[in-house]
Nanobody, 117 residues
Framework: QVQVVESGGGLVQPGGSLRLSCAAS????????MSWYRQAPGKERELVAQ????????NYADSVKGRFTISRDNSKRTMYLQMNNLKLEDTAVYYC??????????WGQGTRVTVSP
C-alpha cells in the first residue's frame, strides 16, 4: 500500500516562508511524477506545481510563479515545496499527489497552511 504523507504546514504571516515536504513510501520514487495541489475553504482543489519523474521539468500555477519552488530528492523519496512571499490567498490545505508511470494516483491527507497577520 502506497502512502503519501505531507508535512511542514503551519501559521505564517504575509511575506513569510514555509517549506512543505511530501514523503512517499514507494520502492521506486523515480517512477512517480509528483505534484502539489491546494484547496482553499469553499473552493475547488487546484494544481499548484508539478515536477517530472526525473525532476528536470516543472510547471507552476500562474498565481505562485516566482514565489514557490517545487523540487524532489529521489534518493530520499521526498518532494518539497518552498513557498516564499506568502500571501493571504495562499491559505489552503496543501495536498501531495503521486502519479505512477502506469497511471495510478495516490494522494496524501494534506497539510494546512494559514497565512494571517
Amino acid at each position: 500500500q502506497v502512502q503519501v504523507v505531507e508535512s511542514g504546514g503551519g501559521l505564517v504571516q504575509p511575506g513569510g516562508s514555509l517549506r512543505l515536504s511530501c514523503a512517499a513510501s514507494v520502492l521506486s520514487f523515480s517512477n512517480y511524477a509528483m505534484s502539489w495541489y491546494r484547496q482553499a475553504p469553499g473552493k475547488e482543489r487546484e494544481l499548484v506545481a508539478q515536477i517530472s519523474r526525473a525532476g528536470d521539468s516543472t510547471n507552476y500555477a500562474d498565481s505562485v510563479k516566482g514565489r514557490f519552488t517545487i523540487s524532489r530528492d529521489n534518493s530520499k523519496r521526498t518532494m518539497y515545496l518552498q513557498m516564499n512571499n506568502l500571501k493571504l490567498e495562499d491559505t489552503a490545505v496543501y495536498y501531495c499527489r503521486a502519479e505512477a508511470a502506469w497511471g495510478q494516483n495516490f494522494w496524501g491527507q494534506g497539510t494546512r497552511v494559514t497565512v494571517s497577520p
